[in-house]
């Protein structure tokens, strides 16, 4: 896994380091079997001020984009504070990554099941054309 990290309008400090570092590597955990099976995996992070003349509102802005064997999967969060916006940037990109990992693992079972049917002959139904 390979990680960039960037910040803008703003610098980056030790703790923000760590933090985005400690929040990516629990995604990790979702992503390791993704490069035990030979894919791999890109994440740019950008962390930053939105503008330097506010004072209170949505300062912090921060970025993922995370590039899993072509198929990129992106997320931005604007906050008062920058580890809340680390944090909702990790909730949503853990969600869409798990959301896309069971919508394809779904739709290769209802496949399998498919076949299993028509070659116990319980139905006609040809899964390859769709028709019966």
């Known amino acids: 896994m390979q990680i960039n990290l960037q910040g803008k309008n703003f610098e980056l400090t030790e703790s923000v380091k760590d933090y985005v570092l400690k929040r990516v590597t629990n995604l990790e955990k979702l992503l390791s079997s993704i ?5 791999e995996v890109l994440v740019d992070f950008e962390v930053g001020k939105s503008t330097k003349h506010h004072k209170s ?3 912090f802005h921060a970025d993922c984009n995370i ?5 990129n999967f992106y997320s931005s969060s604007d906050k008062e504070d920058i580890f809340q916006a680390i944090d ?3 909730d ?3 969600n869409d990554i798990r959301k896309n990992k069971d919508r394809k693992q779904t739709l290769l ?3 399998a099941l498919s076949i299993k049917k028509m070659l116990k002959g319980l139905t006609k139904r040809n899964p390859f054309t769709s028709k019966y």
């Open 88 to 90: 909702e940037i990790k």
């Open 67 to 71: 590039n899993i064997n072509g198929k």
């Open 109 to 111: 079972k209802r496949g």
């Open 92 to 94: 949503t990109i853990f």
């Open 35 to 39: 490069e035990a099976g030979g894919g």
């Open 57 to 59: 509102g949505d300062v």
